[in-house]
Structure formats: C-alpha cells, structure tokens
C-alpha cells in the first residue's frame, strides 16, 4: 500500500527536493546566530533524506546503493541552493555597495554645497557686512551733531541709519543661512511691528505719505512664517514706490486676516509720466517677492489699478489663527 502510494508518480520527489531549495536559496546570512538561521534548512535536508530512505527500504532490501542514491538526492539539492543562496547573497551586497555609493555621492555633493555657501558667507560678511555697518556708524555720529539740522534733514539721516541697521539684521540672517543652512529667524509680534514702522518710516523720508499704515491693525494671530513673507512683501513694494513713485504721493497698507486667508495689500499711486519706470518694471524684484509667496502656498498679483499700482499677497490661513 505504502509502496504503492510512493509510485504513484515519479514526479512526487521532485517537490521535496524543489522545496528544499527554495528553503535554502532563501535563507538568511546571519553569522551572529546561524544556529537559528539554518536550523530549518538542516531539518528540511534531514527529514528529506529519512523520507529517501524510508522509501527505499519499503520496496526492497538495504543495499550500499541505496546509501548511496539517498545521498546524492539530498546533496544535489542541498548544493543548488547553497548555490543560489551564494548568488543572491552577491546580488545583496552589490544593491548595498550601490546604495552606499550613492549615499557617499550626495554627501559629497551636499559638502560641496556646504563650502560654496561658506565661501559666499565670508565673502559677503567682507565685502557687504562692513560697509553697511560704517554707512549705520556715519548716520549714527551726524544724528549726534544734528541740532542745526532742519526736520527733513533729519529725518532723512533718521531713515539711512534705520534701512543700514534693517539691513545689517537681514544680512545677519542670510549669512547664518548660507553657513548653516537653517532657516530666516521668524519675527515675533513685536519685531513685526517694528520692521513695519521702519519700513514705513523710511518711505516717509523719501516724501511719501503715509495714508494708512495698517500697522495697527496688523493681525495678532500670524504666525512667524506668515510675518516674515508678509514683511518681505511690504519691504519690496515700500522700496519700487520709494523709488518710482511721485514724492508727497500717497502710500497705503492693509494687512487682513480672515478664515480662509491672510491678505496683504500695498499701494501706491501710478505716475504716469514714467510708463516704463513702474514698479517691477526690472522683473526681478516682483519675481523674487512671488517666489517667496508661492513657497508659502500663497499667490501674489502686482500691477496697475486704475490709476494706482496694487501689490496683493493672498497668503494661507495662519496656523495659530486657525484653531
């Protein structure tokens, strides 16, 4: 019966001996605990060749042969999957040589960044750094003789050492940016508004009027982000009026904040005579200011209104204002 059930077909000890290929192929290189690791593949190759051999034994008599036999249908397969198990080991270490390397090249090339923005961050702290800190320390020593002054004189030399300090904090900024690359410190409420007044101040000294200056009502729910890309966008827009607008023309800030967006809102009258002079004529500053929006997942629209030039920043809704 037994006997006759093993012959059924000779295909039957194929999948034994398949099965313990695939087992063996598939095991894994663990020299750290190779006990726990190959113990099925041993049993697999144990209990194959007691099936083998048992087998044998029940169709006839024990012969040296049928040792024999029992032991290359084992070893056969036991040697192909060691076989396959060596490949597949190969194919392993080759991804991770390949992975390595890759890893390797982007560190190589992030270093390489990391040097050239050194190397512009010295450069710019020798070059820019201290001229913009003697242009602070000039202002700072004519306010002090300035008694004989008039008031726009004043106001004026008022507005140079405010835009160089301004401008000393944000190349601080960029310089820790480039050396480091981490990111422009967000203002707080307070330096906000502070950034906002000289800003606005300097517009006042270059003979602009002030119509509303929004400051007051800047939204006290922003937060950092959307105080530092708000301040960007009025510091471009206050800069292309001061420098294309009529002097004595007038200048207005909004700054609103409701559930689906925070708006900003800059405008200036449109002098007419200068068609080709408006602001953003260049394209660069505009470009760099809707760079900085988009970033932010906002949008930003410029360009004239009627008879003045309306810069608007849409921006999304501040994280502390909207729970």
Do not use: C
Not at 135 to 154: F, K, T
Not at 304 to 314: D, I, K, T
Request: proline share 4%; glycine share 6%.
């Amino acid at each position: 019966m037994v006997t006759d059930l093993w012959g059924m077909s000779d295909l039957i000890p194929l999948v034994p001996a398949l099965t313990l290929i695939e087992l063996i192929a598939r095991a894994q290189s663990d020299r750290d605990a190779w006990v726990r690791t190959w113990s099925p593949q041993v049993l697999g190759s144990v209990a194959w060749a007691a099936a083998l051999l048992l087998g044998r034994l029940l169709e006839g008599p024990m012969r040296a042969s049928l040792f024999v036999g029992v032991a290359l249908s084992v070893a056969i397969p036991v040697l192909v999957g060691l076989y396959l198990h060596a490949q597949r080991a190969l194919a392993q270490a080759a991804q991770a040589r390949a992975t390595d390397a890759e890893r390797v090249k982007e560190r190589s090339a992030e270093l390489a960044r990391s040097e050239e923005r050194a190397a512009l961050a010295r450069e710019l702290h020798d070059l820019v750094s201290h001229r913009m800190a003697s242009i602070a320390l000039s202002s700072s020593v004519a306010l002090r003789y300035s008694a004989e002054m008039g008031n726009d004189l004043r106001s004026i030399i008022e507005s140079v050492h405010d835009e160089a300090a301004a401008a000393m904090t944000q190349l601080k900024d960029l310089h820790l940016l480039l050396r480091h690359a981490t990111a422009r410190t967000e203002p707080s409420s307070v330096e906000f508004e502070t950034r906002l007044v000289t800003m606005l101040r300097g517009a006042r000294a270059a003979g602009l009027r002030i119509e509303d200056d929004g400051v007051a009502n800047a939204p006290s729910e922003w937060d950092g982000r959307t105080r530092l890309v708000a301040l960007d966008v009025v510091g471009e827009a206050v800069v292309n009026a001061m420098r294309y607008a009529r002097r004595e023309s007038t200048l207005s800030l909004s700054l609103r904040m409701d559930s689906s967006q925070s708006t900003v809102t800059v405008t200036s009258v449109l002098d007419r005579t200068l068609p080709a002079a408006v602001p953003g004529a260049s394209g660069m500053g505009l470009a760099g200011m809707r760079e900085r929006v988009q970033a932010s997942g906002g949008t930003l629209t410029a360009g004239p209104v009627g008879r003045h030039w309306v810069v608007r920043a849409q921006l999304p809704p501040s994280a502390e204002g909207a729970t």
